[in-house]
């Protein structure tokens, strides 16, 4: 809960104080956007099955569960290892004029999902079962999921994306996916 509650506020903060109409984000480009995230769900999917099947929970647990770590985590940590990093860069980076030519718009993508992956590996590296040669799997998760962002320009493939891979690991089993919060 602490989580739901800090990150709810940075969001909040971020999007007044940057300016960002989700609103207008949500509306430019949205069937590339809901493309994307039908491609990009199914990246995220099979990455969960090829891990070991363990029981998914079962009556208001299961409910519980897909609320809690499939929507309000999913949605959070999307919004938090890709959306916020990507956008900063953007603003950042239409602020100071690299937006109008192909190359200023391929570094700027570059650069978005470098601060994307940063982020992502700080992140996770608070986590004892990431430490190592396992922070790769985050990594390589948030970078499939950052790039179906960059291809479509649209909010809703990241979000779906991390919403639909967090569901899948609910359904798989929560005690053998890594996608889901620790397991010690």
Known sequence: MPYLGLASVFLYAYTRRSGLDIGT???RRWSRGLVGALIFDCVMVWGVVQQPASP??????????LLWLGGLYGVLDAMLLT???????????AAGGMHNHWCGRLMRAIVALIASLFVTA????GYVEFR????????IGNAI????????????????????????????????TVQLPPHY
């Open 25 to 27: 984000h949500l509306r």
């Open 56 to 65: 998914s929970p079962r009556g208001l647990e299961l409910v519980f569960a």
């Open 83 to 93: 959306v916020i990093p990507v956008l900063a860069i953007w603003q950042m980076c």
């Open 122 to 125: 700080a992140y996770h590296w």
């Open 132 to 139: 190592g040669p396992a922070i790769l799997n985050p990594i």
């Open 145 to 176: 999921i950052t790039l179906g962002y960059l291809v479509t320009s649209h909010l809703s493939t990241p979000v779906v994306a991390h919403v639909a891979m967090h569901v899948a690991a609910v359904f798989h089993g929560m005690e053998t």
